[in-house]
């Protein structure tokens, strides 16, 4: 498992249009052994239900792995689907990447 966490910073829209590539992109990094992500969202502007499966999918497969993962920087609309789905009950999200890799680091 690698010491450094793996930072990916998804731009626009997380999909159903862009959401398989960026589901394909995780899952190489899980399988290859990465075993701390932090998902940078300061860029991204939206996300919809295929996002939030492709997020919850990386967050199992890290945690069957004893990986982790993190993110950081949901815009307020973000920040919103997440509550409404119930997903920042379950997920490690952060305010800034600061305290998100300061967070994988201690872990």
Sequence with gaps: MADQPHVLKPKGHLDSNTGPAFESE???LINSGTGRLLLDFSDLIYIS?????VVLLAAKRLRSANGRLALCS??????EVFRISGFDAILDIHPSSESALA????A
Excluded: C, D, K
Excluded at 49 to 53: H, I, P, Q, T
Excluded at 103 to 106: E, N, Q, V
């Design 26 to 28: 995780l899952l190489q």
């Design 49 to 53: 239900s295929a996002g939030l499966r």
């Design 74 to 79: 949901l815009n307020p609309q973000i920040a």
């Design 103 to 106: 967070r994988l680091a201690s």
